[in-house]
């Protein structure tokens, strides 16, 4: 397929001169229409009506819009303000390949804002997007919702965005559901996460995370990983640190509450390693918070190894992890260099051959009403304090 010239020529008309009168409702109508990059403008709604397919060009050279090229996008959208994507319709990237892309092979993304503000995608589906579903960069105020994504690559990758919720979305992934770094108060709620990589790989200011399940092994495979000789198919984790020091992150993980979620055939619950994790050895990890967490057939412990001064302080409430069969000759929670693990109404599951807690290096460790298997006893080593409590500290929160 050529660059199809005249149906991006015709929706891009019919986008500048809705923003020309300052602003409205550009609609996809039913059918299929096939375009290559879109420049979106301020004030735009652009609807995808039901039954409508958008459909990015084969040809890479058709996505011109955007320096440098992992920036390119079907919908491309800088320095803008207000903007709406929605509808029943779908938005399907075709999985273009490209040679000059990240890693060899990867294309424009589906949908990409920088340095915006306003920005609300509700309602839409997004299949085989080359590279990222959704990309947000320096982006204020964005909302969505009720999105189904379906195969490529990360499905909302956010970097350095302020304010952002993601609400009733079904995503489903070769590579992380969420991903991004450096961003500060996001919420996330009645989601549905399928990957190949994880669910998030995330560096934020305060997150939360409410009423979502995770639920492995991924649909779609990792493209770039194999297993046995096949393309990896495992989801790796339900959460990851993700601070890549080359990005110059200038936020910590903190504040994170994660509650009334159910986690499944994931790898891990959570990963956190400040000092050789990959990308994760940016900002530390502080106050991270699970409550009301069931996680069943689970490969690996909880594993963190925090920063040199011992900032992380984790909590899990109301907390079931329990190991899957063949994986649990090992400790259900491991933890390294750490300020403060809490443990409060929790239950651990392995096969009872190895200590449920392997704890080093830490300030504090306390607990109340920890049970699990008959495991002969908890490992701990040059922590500080231990002690259990009698009186639950987040009662009357």
């Known amino acids: 397929m050529g660059k199809p010239d005249a149906q991006t020529r015709g929706i891009q008309s019919a986008i500048d001169a809705v923003a020309a009168q300052g602003g409205g409702k550009v609609?996809?109508?039913?059918?299929?229409?096939?375009?290559?990059?879109?420049?979106?403008?301020s004030g735009v709604h652009l609807d995808l009506a039901a039954d409508s397919v958008l459909q990015g060009s084969s040809d890479p050279e058709s996505y011109?819009?955007?320096?440098?090229?992992?920036?390119?996008?079907?919908?491309?959208?800088?320095?803008?303000?207000d903007v709406t994507i929605s509808g029943k319709g779908v938005l399907d990237g075709?999985?273009?390949?490209?040679?000059?892309?990240?890693?060899?092979?990867?294309?424009p993304h589906a949908i990409f804002f920088k340095n915006s503000r306003n920005i609300q995608i509700d309602g839409i589906t997004i299949r085989g997007a080359g590279?990222?579903?959704?990309y947000c960069q320096d982006v204020e105020d964005a909302d969505f919702r009720n999105l189904k994504i379906i195969a490529g690559h990360d499905g909302i990758h956010i970097q350095a965005n302020r304010n952002v919720v993601i609400a009733n979305c079904d995503i489903r992934t070769g590579d992380d559901?969420?991903?991004?770094?450096?961003?500060?108060?996001v919420t996330v709620t009645d989601c549905y996460f399928n990957s190949a990589c994880n669910a998030f790989r995330l560096?934020?200011?305060?997150?939360?995370?409410?009423?979502?399940?995770?639920?492995?092994?991924?649909?779609?495979?990792?493209?770039?990983?194999?297993?046995?000789?096949?393309?990896?198919h495992s989801m790796l984790a339900a959460f990851v640190h993700f601070s890549?020091?080359?990005?110059?992150?200038?936020?910590?993980?903190?504040?994170w509450i994660v509650e009334n979620c159910v986690i499944d055939q994931v790898r891990a619950v959570y990963q956190y390693d400040h000092a050789k994790g990959l990308w994760q050895t940016g900002q530390p990890a502080e106050r991270i918070h699970f409550r009301n967490i069931r996680a069943t057939n689970i490969d690996q412990p909880l594993r963190i190894r925090g920063d040199k001064n011992r900032l992380l302080q984790l909590t899990l409430e109301n907390v079931e992890i329990a190991l899957a069969t063949g994986k649990n000759a090992q400790p259900v929670i491991e933890a390294e260099s750490f300020g403060t693990l809490r443990l409060f109404d929790v239950t651990l599951v392995n096969d009872g051959s190895r200590p449920l807690i392997v704890a080093r290096q830490g300030n504090q460790l306390v607990w109340e009403n920890v049970s699990g298997s008959e495991s002969p006893r908890w490992d701990i080593e040059n922590v500080t304090k231990v002690e259990p409590v009698r009186r639950h500290p987040f009662h009357g929160e």
């Open 177 to 185: 559901c969420i991903a991004g770094t450096d961003n500060e108060n």
């Open 203 to 232: 560096g934020a200011l305060k997150l939360s995370v409410r009423d979502c399940r995770f639920q492995g092994p991924g649909e779609f495979p990792h493209r770039i990983s194999t297993r046995k000789g096949a393309p990896r």
């Open 27 to 41: 609609t996809i109508p039913r059918g299929k229409l096939v375009a290559g990059a879109l420049r979106l403008r």
């Open 131 to 134: 590279n990222y579903a959704i």
């Open 244 to 255: 890549p020091t080359d990005r110059n992150p200038k936020l910590p993980s903190d504040q």
């Open 64 to 81: 011109e819009i955007g320096v440098p090229s992992r920036n390119q996008a079907l919908l491309y959208g800088e320095n803008l303000v």
């Open 94 to 107: 075709m999985d273009v390949l490209c040679p000059d892309g990240e890693e060899g092979f990867r294309g």
